[in-house]
């Protein structure tokens, strides 16, 4: 509208009472969760930006379809409903319903993974790369080398590296049952990536005969970023760009609870009869019957819904914008972030903020817990904790260390993002009295949910 000032694309119909706590209690908390921001009880956080998952306020109207949700074990409307939501976006004539993206995720690679099988990605995000190393294949992330910089202001950084991936392809074509692309690239920042380098993915991996699918979890905030920033996109519609991204790919995995605007849900949709058969089977195993997958009818009615809202401009531009407020506001503090800022969340470089913490000391980690300590904010490591652990028991740097400030969708006020804005701010005006941490207990698998730790005497 030409001014400033940006406004919610809302207005607030109920309230959740927050609580303050004291810094007592915080640190209380803390010591009782292993400083674990995971294993903290919600009640103790002020500002929950631990994820953008399933945490959003569903919209008047998606709390209606929720009404008309039928539960009929087979066939119900709401399923039907739900398909064509999905289709009308991502026209693949298989859409399997599932719990989450996460159980998408185990069943596809439980079919197409195991043993001597290699999945490249433009980066795996934690429960992706977790059900790729549990079937027995290995996770490859083939990002451009742009994705590892984190002052990069390449307007596509969650690009897939096509040399790399045809070098792959051209020497183990065989060994590769399907090639990812995360859109928007969440491990390395919630970076984009283009419709130009899909179609560079798309042209390799016709030329080796291997599917391509998305991992679409925020497609419709990655169609807004293609809109502003890739030439001769400017005056398209939303869902013109999805479907465009859709026709690229053989099929998807999706998290319902990012850019379906739901609480929980997702599904997994392809074009390839057999392998839809395959993956109905074991879906009726481990979720459900194949036309609800583990979910009500009451929530395939929220996503349906959700699904028609996400793609509105007038909610992305508010989105992605309140996201910018927050990303410029801090590198205008002197925070080191990565750039350009991404749609779902802030990304703090801790590594460049916490120099005199090595990465096997977890200075996102360490950052993580200074930031509930002052505020009660709750953040999410995205590093060394959650990418530093190999299958074969080894640890080594991952390739950044950041800490996500994910903003939950329609959920903050304005007024909220800029108390974080302080407290970030405070934090970092200490950065160099942070201390490391050492792990004292954790799993083999998806470490970050369950680790407990242990601060470390600040370095002199």
């Not at 605007?261 to 194949?290: K, Q, S, Y």
């Not at 998806?446 to 002199?460: G, W």
């Amino acid at each position: 509208m030409g001014f400033r000032t940006i406004i919610e694309p809302f207005r607030i119909h109920s309230v959740e009472p927050m609580r303050l706590t004291t810094p007592a209690e915080r640190q209380a908390a803390l010591e009782s969760a292993g400083f674990n921001l995971f294993a903290l009880p919600a009640r103790v956080v002020l500002i929950d930006l631990l994820t953008d998952s399933g945490t959003g306020a569903m919209s008047r109207d998606q709390w209606a379809a929720i009404q008309r949700g039928d539960e009929s074990y087979a066939g119900s409307p709401s399923w039907y409903r739900f398909q064509d939501a999905v289709q009308e976006l991502f026209p693949f004539p298989h859409v399997i319903p599932t719990h989450q993206g996460r159980a998408a995720e185990r069943i596809l690679f439980s079919v197409l993974g195991g043993p001597g099988q290699v999945i490249p990605n433009n980066t795996h995000f934690d429960t992706t790369r977790a059900n790729v190393e549990a079937s027995g294949a290995q996770a490859v992330d083939f990002v451009v080398p742009e994705g590892l910089d984190p002052a990069s202001l390449h307007p596509f950084k969650g690009n897939m590296d096509l040399d790399r991936l045809a070098t792959l392809l051209s020497s183990r074509s065989d060994d590769v049952p399907v090639v990812f692309v995360t859109v928007t690239n969440n491990s390395g920042g919630g970076q984009p990536v283009s419709l130009e380098n899909l179609r560079g993915v798309r042209e390799i991996c016709d030329r080796y005969g291997a599917p391509l699918f998305l991992d679409a979890c925020r497609f419709a905030e990655n169609a807004w970023f293609i809109k502003q920033r890739e030439p001769g996109q400017q005056a398209r519609a939303i869902p013109d760009i999805v479907r465009d991204m859709a026709a690229l790919a053989d099929g998807m995995t999706m998290s319902a609870k990012k850019d379906g605007l739901a609480n929980i849900g997702g599904w997994l949709a392809m074009r390839d009869d057999e392998l839809a058969r395959r993956c109905r089977e074991v879906l009726i195993l481990t979720e459900g019957f194949p036309t609800y997958g583990g979910l009500a009818g009451r929530d395939l009615e929220a996503i349906a819904q959700g699904l028609q809202e996400v793609v509105s401009e007038d909610y992305l531009r508010y989105r992605v914008r309140s996201t910018e407020y927050l990303g410029e506001a801090l590198l205008a503090g002197g925070i080191p972030v990565v750039r350009p800022i991404g749609g779902h969340a802030v990304y703090l470089d801790a590594r460049t903020l916490l120099p005199h913490v090595p990465p096997l000391r977890y200075p996102g980690q360490s950052l993580s817990v200074a930031l509930f300590e002052s505020g009660g904010i709750r953040s999410c490591e995205i590093g060394t904790v959650m990418f530093g652990l190999h299958p074969d028991g080894s640890e080594s740097p991952a390739p950044l260390d950041l800490v996500r400030l994910a903003i939950p969708r329609r959920t903050y006020t304005q007024s909220h993002i800029d108390y974080v804005i302080e407290v970030c701010l405070d934090v970092a005006s200490r950065a160099s009295s942070l201390p490391g941490y050492e792990i004292v207990e954790a799993p083999q698998s998806l470490r970050h949910f369950t680790a407990r730790f242990r601060p470390l005497s600040p370095v002199a």
